[in-house]
């Protein structure tokens, strides 16, 4: 069982940049791939990167690749998503999930997510 806790979000202007952050409970985190996701109103829920569980495969978004970098320290139990060059398209909830493959990331179900971190992004 992985208990999930997004932080980080909030309000930031066009070009600014966020770091979110996801705290995982339980022993077994770092056997876990982890992803984020997000969903703006009106929208699907949509893919926006994930990462191994040793952290040397990283895929991403086409809409956020090169501005967002998604990480991991295993030691502290926190999977990140730096953004960076924030567009108001990027307003969204944001939310991590956990599972134990990591596939190309987007595809798939994944077993455990977070309540999520609101992200608004202003022109």
């Known amino acids: 069982q992985v208990q999930l806790v997004e932080s980080g979000g909030g309000l930031v202007q066009t070009g600014g940049s966020l770091r979110l952050s996801c705290a995982a409970s339980g022993r077994t985190f770092s056997s876990y791939a982890m992803g984020w996701f997000r969903q703006a109103p009106g929208k699907e829920r949509e893919f926006v990167a994930a990462?191994?569980?040793?952290?040397?495969?990283?895929y991403y978004a086409a809409s956020v690749k090169g501005r967002f970098t998604i990480s991991r320290d295993n030691a502290k139990n926190t999977v990140y998503l730096q953004m960076n060059s924030l567009k108001p398209e990027d307003t969204a909830v944001y939310y991590c999930?956990?599972?134990?493959?990591?596939?190309?990331?987007?595809?798939?179900?994944?077993?455990?997510w977070g309540q999520g971190t609101q992200v608004t992004v202003s022109s």
């Open positions: 990462i191994s569980w040793r952290g040397e495969m990283r």
């Open positions: 999930a956990a599972r134990n493959f990591l596939g190309d990331g987007s595809s798939g179900a994944y077993d455990y």
